[in-house]
């Protein structure tokens, strides 16, 4: 009697198991399969569109890179120019009986003017980015270009103009260019 109740007792748990892994099955194949199939394709769309905006970015980098040349060309070419116009310029006026005395201060005044006006057009100034008391503007300014990709020398980097609250200073830098004679 003992025994028959104790096998009673197995057959009905084993029919519950049955029933509760038939239960598990169906929901996972009603459920869970469809979600991870959808999540397999979801990745992988992602991945394919992550790679075609890698791409494209590889692409524009190295479109900028050709127009970032080709603006050094032209401001070599023209600070060629505008020195040979600005010597010419001056050689007329020394024919015209100019003391030997003025002649090598009005060619470094002229060189110096042009080169001034160059050398202002490698400044690049931020705005809004919030300033901090006795911040480092330098490190500031080189975590700015790494989060933009960029890696260039800069000099001469400071906040401009006064401190007054409630108002963000723009940060001011320079450019260093190397390769071009006339700008080192």
């Given at each position: 009697n003992g025994i028959e109740k104790q096998c009673r007792n197995?057959?009905?748990?084993?029919?519950?198991?049955?029933?509760?892994?038939?239960k598990v099955s169906r929901?996972?194949?009603?459920?869970?399969?469809?979600?991870?199939?959808?999540?397999?394709?979801?990745?992988?769309?992602?991945q394919k569109e992550k790679i075609k905006d890698q791409r494209n970015?590889?692409?524009?980098?190295?479109?900028?890179?050709?127009?970032?040349?080709?603006?050094?060309r032209a401001v070599?070419?023209?600070?060629k120019s505008t020195i040979k116009?600005?010597?010419k310029s001056y050689s007329?006026?020394?024919?015209?009986?100019?003391?030997?005395?003025?002649?090598?201060?009005?060619i470094h005044a002229a060189i110096k003017t042009v080169?001034?006006?160059?050398?202002?057009?490698?400044?690049?100034?931020?705005?809004?980015?919030?300033?901090?008391?006795?911040?480092?503007?330098?490190?500031k300014l080189e975590e700015l270009l790494r989060e933009v990709g960029e890696k260039p020398i800069v000099s001469d980097?400071?906040?401009?103009?006064?401190?007054?609250p409630d108002c963000i200073r723009p940060i001011k830098f320079h450019f260093i260019v190397f390769g071009c004679p006339l700008l080192s």
């Open positions: 197995n057959v009905r748990n084993a029919k519950h198991t049955r029933n509760y892994q038939g929901v996972l194949n009603e459920g869970a399969i469809p979600l991870l199939h959808e999540a397999a394709v979801k990745a992988e769309e992602l970015t590889i692409k524009l980098q190295g479109e900028l890179i050709v127009k970032k040349d080709d603006e050094m070599k070419e023209s600070m116009e600005e010597i007329s006026v020394v024919t015209k009986s100019c003391t030997d005395a003025l002649a090598p201060k009005k080169a001034e006006k160059e050398d202002r057009r490698w400044n690049v100034i931020i705005y809004g980015e919030p300033e901090v008391p006795e911040e480092n503007i330098s490190s980097c400071c906040r401009v103009g006064y401190r007054k």
